[in-house]
C-alpha cells in the first residue's frame, strides 16, 4: 500500500475553535497526522510519497470559484481589515438570502458554516497540499495500485460546493472521486462519525459518483443540518445518496452492520473505484465522538472494504485522540492489504 503524505499540513495549525459555549484549544491538531505517518513507518506499511499531482483543475470542478478565491485570499483580507488573530466568522447568512458582501466579515459568514474552522496566514498552502494528496492517490489507482492512503490534514468532508466548516475547507475525497470518474463509476463510502454533508452536496444530482455514509444521527450530533435517511439525492442523483444513521452511542456491532449495509449500497453502483472517506472519531478514546469502536472492529472494516475486490483510495478524515486514530487506521489499512 502507498501513502501519499506532506508535511505541507502542519503550516495548517489554528489555536482555537468553540465547543459547548467554551473557547478552546483547537482539536484538529498537526500532531493527528504525524502521529499516523508515524505509525505507518513503524508497521513498515508501504512506501510514503509526497504528492505530485495539482488539484488545481479539479478544485474548480467541485467547488464554486467564489469560494476558492475567498479562501484563497481570506487571510490577506482578515489582516487588511487590521486584525491579527485567525479569520472566523460572527455572523452568518440568512436562508435564502443570496447577498454577498464586500467586507471580510460578511463575506466569511456567506462561506462559513461554524466557528470550528479558522484560517491562518498559511492555512490555505496547507488545504492546497491536502488536496493534492487526495489527487495523488486518486492517481496511484488510475495507474493501476489496487489500493491507496491519502493521508490528508485538513479533512475534507464537511466542505461543500460553496460551503466549509468542520475542520474542512476543500473535499479532498470529492476531488478524488472528481478525477476517479472520468475513468468509470465511483462510489464513496463515508465512514467518519459524522455525517459528509459537503460531498453529499457535491454529489447530490449526480450518479456518476454514489454516496452512502454511515453516521452519528444528526438530529443529535454535528453537522445537524443533513445526513438524515429520508436525503435520497436528486434528478439524475436520486437514488445514488444514502445515509445510514446510527444512535450516537450505538454498540459497535450496530455500527459494523450499517457499514455493510453501505457496502452492500455501493454494490448496485458497481464501482470501478472505491473511495473511503476515514474517520478514526469512531474510536473509543476520541473526544468528539462517542462511538466505542476498537482494534478488532478496525480489522473488519479492511475486511469488509478489501473483500470487495476493487481499486479502492482511503482518504483521511476526522479522528482527534492521536494514538487512536494512528492504531485505528493502521488495523483497517492491515486488515484490507490481507484481503489482496
Ligand atoms: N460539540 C471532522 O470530523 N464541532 N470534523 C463539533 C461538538 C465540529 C468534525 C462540536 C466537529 C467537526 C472532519
Ligand atoms: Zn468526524
Request: charged letters at 20%; one cysteine or more; hydrophobic letters at 40%.
Amino acid at each position: 500500500m502507498i501513502t501519499i503524505y506532506s508535511m505541507a499540513h502542519r503550516l495548517h495549525d489554528p489555536s482555537w475553535e468553540v465547543l459547548d459555549g467554551e473557547r478552546v484549544a483547537h482539536l484538529e491538531k498537526p500532531g493527528r497526522a504525524e502521529a499516523v505517518v508515524d505509525r505507518i513507518r513503524e508497521l513498515s506499511l508501504g512506501p510514503i510519497r509526497p504528492p505530485e499531482k495539482s488539484p488545481k483543475a479539479l478544485i474548480e470542478r467541485v467547488h464554486s470559484s467564489e469560494m476558492v478565491s475567498f479562501l484563497a485570499k481570506a487571510s490577506t483580507l482578515w489582516q487588511a481589515s487590521g486584525r491579527t488573530g485567525e479569520a472566523t466568522p460572527y455572523v452568518w447568512r440568512q436562508p435564502r438570502a443570496t447577498g454577498r458582501p464586500s467586507h471580510v466579515d460578511g463575506l466569511i459568514g456567506s462561506f462559513a458554516t461554524d466557528l470550528a474552522t479558522p484560517i491562518t496566514s498559511t492555512t490555505w498552502e496547507a488545504v492546497l497540499e491536502s488536496a493534492a494528496t487526495a489527487v495523488s492517490g486518486a492517481h496511484l489507482l488510475l495507474a493501476g495500485e489496487p489500493f491507496a492512503f491519502a493521508l490528508c490534514r485538513p479533512p475534507g468532508h464537511h466542505a461543500g460546493r460553496d460551503f466549509y466548516g468542520g475542520y474542512c475547507y476543500l473535499n479532498n475525497a470529492a476531488l478524488a472521486a472528481e478525477l476517479l470518474c472520468d475513468h468509470g463509476q465511483v462510489a464513496i463510502i463515508d465512514i467518519d462519525y459524522h455525517h459528509g454533508n459537503g460531498t453529499q452536496d457535491i454529489f447530490y444530482h449526480r450518479n456518476d459518483v454514489a454516496y452512502v455514509s454511515v453516521h452519528a444521527d444528526p438530529a443529535t450530533t454535528f453537522p445537524y443540518y443533513s445526513g438524515y435517511p429520508s436525503e435520497r439525492g436528486e434528478g439524475q442523483g436520486f437514488g445514488a445518496n444514502r445515509n445510514i444513521t446510527i444512535p450516537a452511542q450505538a454498540a459497535n456491532q450496530v455500527w459494523l452492520n450499517a457499514l455493510e449495509n453501505a457496502v452492500v449500497f455501493t454494490r448496485r453502483h458497481r464501482p470501478r473505484f472505491l473511495v473511503i472517506s476515514i474517520g478514526l472519531d469512531t474510536c473509543a478514546a476520541d473526544p468528539l465522538g462517542q462511538l466505542t469502536l476498537r482494534s478488532v472492529d478496525y480489522a473488519r472494516i479492511g475486511e469488509l472494504i478489501g473483500r470487495e475486490g476493487v481499486p479502492t483510495l482511503y482518504v483521511l478524515e476526522g479522528g482527534y485522540e492521536k494514538h487512536g486514530t494512528a492504531a485505528s487506521l493502521a488495523n483497517v489499512i492491515l486488515s484490507h492489504q490481507e484481503t489482496l
